[in-house]
């Protein structure tokens, strides 16, 4: 399967301020963090082949739902396919 990478400059206005904040709160928070760039890529992947994100509605949501969201896309993306297993399903999908 060939991925999209393409991203619109709002869109990736979004998506980079959105890894920073992760980092940020992972690091307030104790919890591993690996590079940037896979964070990037799981969820451009994401955004643009198996859900579309609200990535306004992520980038303000509460830590909570914005953790769940993040992380649960790093811990479910199937890199091979670009979708999402276990039947995971970010908050914040545009419905």
Aim: with cysteine.
């Amino acid at each position: 399967m060939e991925f999209n990478w393409n991203l619109n400059t709002r869109d990736e206005t979004n998506i980079t301020k959105i890894v920073d904040r992760a980092f940020d709160l992972c690091v307030q928070q104790g919890v591993p963090t690996g590079e940037k760039i896979n964070l990037r890529m799981d969820l451009i992947a994401t955004h643009n082949n198996a859900c579309r994100l609200d990535l306004v509605k992520l980038r303000k949501a509460s830590d909570f739902d914005f953790m769940h969201d993040v992380l649960g896309i790093g811990r479910h993306i199937n890199r091979e396919t670009g979708e999402l297993d276990n039947f995971f399903w970010p908050r914040c999908a545009k419905v």
